[in-house]
C-alpha cells in the first residue's frame, strides 16, 4: 500500500512540474539536417553545357512575384554559357517554358520543360543546355 501512496504522490508532483518546465517544449534539433534543408521555395540545378561538357550549379530562391523567383548563378557559369552569371530573375511562364532574365529585365536564356531533364534551352538557339533539379 505504502508503494502505490509512493508512486500516486510522485506522479501527483512530477507530473505537473515536468508538464511545465523548460525541458518540456525543448525540440531537439541536428544542426546538420536542418542546413542540409532547402529553404521554402529555394531549389539547386546543374546547368550542362553539351557542347563543351561543362557545368555549374544556379539556385532559384525566394519567390518574388506569383510566378517568379530571384536566381543566382557562380562566376563559374560563365564558362557554361557567358551571360549565365547575369541572371537575377526565373518567371515561369505556366506555359511549360521559363525566361531567366538579367537585372535589367533582358532575356539571358528561354527554356523549356526537358524530356529526361528538368530544363532544356530554348532560346537563344545556340545555347544547347540542360538544368537537372538537384534538390
Do not use: K
Not at 521554402?40 to 523567383?69: D, H, P, W
Not at 517554358?97 to 532544356?120: I, R
Amino acid at each position: 500500500m505504502a508503494i502505490r501512496v509512493l508512486i500516486a504522490g510522485v506522479a501527483a508532483i512530477g507530473g505537473p512540474l515536468w508538464w511545465f518546465s523548460p525541458a518540456h517544449d525543448t525540440i531537439a534539433t541536428d544542426a546538420i539536417v536542418t542546413a542540409s534543408v532547402p529553404h521554402s521555395g529555394q531549389r539547386e540545378f546543374t546547368v550542362s553545357n553539351m557542347e563543351n561538357r561543362t557545368a555549374c550549379l544556379i539556385v532559384r530562391g525566394a519567390t518574388t512575384t506569383q510566378r517568379s523567383s530571384a536566381v543566382s548563378a557562380g562566376e563559374d557559369c560563365s564558362i557554361v554559357w557567358p551571360s549565365l552569371v547575369e541572371a537575377r530573375n526565373w518567371t515561369d511562364n505556366g506555359d511549360g517554358t521559363v525566361v531567366l532574365t538579367d537585372s535589367h529585365g533582358e532575356q539571358v536564356l528561354s527554356l523549356v520543360v526537358g524530356d529526361g531533364v528538368d530544363f532544356e534551352s530554348l532560346e537563344p538557339s545556340n545555347a544547347v543546355l540542360a538544368l537537372t533539379a538537384v534538390n
